[in-house]
């Protein structure tokens, strides 16, 4: 079985700053894929970012970086240059051999000005 | 890039009811679509796997004469929510697996179903 796991419900941060949202997985599957989502209040689910579990290199997409720490299991994603447009729920998921997604309890980031 | 579509955004409904709900593959062909369902503040959970010209698969827990999956073409895949209740208020969103050779993993923009 698959699990995510957000330890923060929330996190606070100013603009311009850069916060680190946690994630931690386990999973027994050997090949297995790691994204961030972003959900607004609109609710529509933003693709952010992807790992694969094979990928050596930390993966980054413009300011959204994950720290891929496989030993630790471990994919926190880091938002460099916060905005007020950041402040959102954001969601860890893991993908494993189906396409089926699970998905973290979520973190709801405000950033202030 | 590849896009996908839900219909309604959001319905309002009688409890008794039922109330279709369309999730749409615009650009690609989707054999596979996947039915989430979120309560507030709460994360999102599987419902079900829509296979296109078979059976979905459904979640443990989930009742599949209350919520009905159809996937009839390999663009279009159709949730329907059998009798509503007001416990079946919730947001209900699709997705999509990737498609030619990408990672990202498309979500459709949700069904807001509130049951009065």
């Known amino acids: 079985a698959q699990k995510i796991t957000q330890t923060q419900p929330g996190m606070f941060v100013q603009e311009k700053e850069a916060v680190t949202l946690d994630c931690t997985y386990d999973t027994s599957d050997p090949s297995y894929g790691l994204f961030w989502y972003k959900q607004p209040s609109s609710g529509e689910m933003i693709f952010l970012i992807y790992?694969?579990?094979?990928?050596?290199q930390n993966a980054t997409e413009g300011r959204y970086s994950l720290n891929f720490q496989k030993a630790r299991k471990s994919a926190n994603l880091v938002i460099s240059a916060s905005q007020l447009g950041d402040s959102a729920m954001y969601f860890c998921?893991?993908?494993?051999?189906?396409?089926?997604?699970?998905f973290g309890k979520g973190t709801m980031l405000l950033v202030s000005p | 890039g590849a896009v996908v579509s839900q219909h309604p955004s959001r319905v309002i409904c009688k409890s008794g009811t039922s109330v279709k709900i369309e999730c749409r593959s615009l650009?690609?062909?989707?054999?596979?679509m996947f039915w989430y369902r979120q309560f507030p503040k709460q994360s999102l959970m599987l419902m079900a796997t829509?296979?296109?010209?078979?059976?979905?698969?459904?979640e443990q827990g989930v009742e599949k004469d209350k919520f009905l999956i159809n996937h009839a073409s390999l663009t279009l895949s159709t949730l329907t929510v059998t009798s509503a209740h007001p416990e079946d208020s919730s947001f209900y969103i699709c997705?999509?697996?990737?498609?030619?050779?990408?990672?990202?993993?498309?979500f459709g923009p949700g069904t807001r179903l509130t049951v009065l």
């Open positions: 790992q694969g579990s094979y990928d050596q």
């Open positions: 998921a893991m993908r494993g051999g189906y396409s089926t997604l699970t």
């Open positions: 829509s296979n296109e010209g078979s059976k979905a698969t459904y």
């Open positions: 997705s999509a697996p990737p498609a030619g050779g990408r990672n990202e993993q498309f």
């Open positions: 650009d690609f062909q989707a054999t596979t």
